[in-house]
């Protein structure tokens, strides 16, 4: 059984940075497809950044272009996601998720996804 577990999280002012990390157990992490999501209340959770399993492919939400950065250390079986310029929307529980990869490029399509963290909450506030 796949295991991740998130952190990194913390309250940052408006304009500040975090790096949020997802370290996997028991991960041959070649095999793995990883993604980072966020789910802010009241609202339906949201693809932020998926990452293939072998760094060669990314892909991010729209609203967090040029901002966020995702990357992959397989020999330490850890997943990164640097944050810049982050903004009071950017507010919200963030999960990391494992899915076995089916093909090259990665998805952000959360019903793909096998494995999931417990997140970590990141909030944005003057």
């Known amino acids: 059984q796949l295991q991740l577990v998130e952190s990194g999280g913390g309250l940052v002012q408006p304009g500040g940075s975090l790096r949020l990390s997802c370290a996997a157990s028991?991960?041959?992490?070649?095999?793995?497809?990883m993604g980072w999501f966020r789910q802010a209340p009241g609202k339906e959770r949201e693809g932020v950044s998926c990452i293939n399993h072998n760094g060669g492919h990314t892909d991010y939400a729209d609203s967090v272009k040029g901002r966020f950065t995702i990357s992959r250390d397989n020999a330490k079986n850890t997943v990164y996601l640097q944050m810049n310029s982050l903004k009071p929307e950017d507010t919200a529980v963030y999960y990391c998720a494992a899915m076995r990869r089916i093909a090259f490029m990665c998805t952000r399509y959360s019903s793909l996804y096998k494995y999931w963290g417990q997140g970590t909450q990141v909030t944005v506030s003057s």
């Open positions: 028991a991960l041959t992490s070649g095999d793995y497809t």
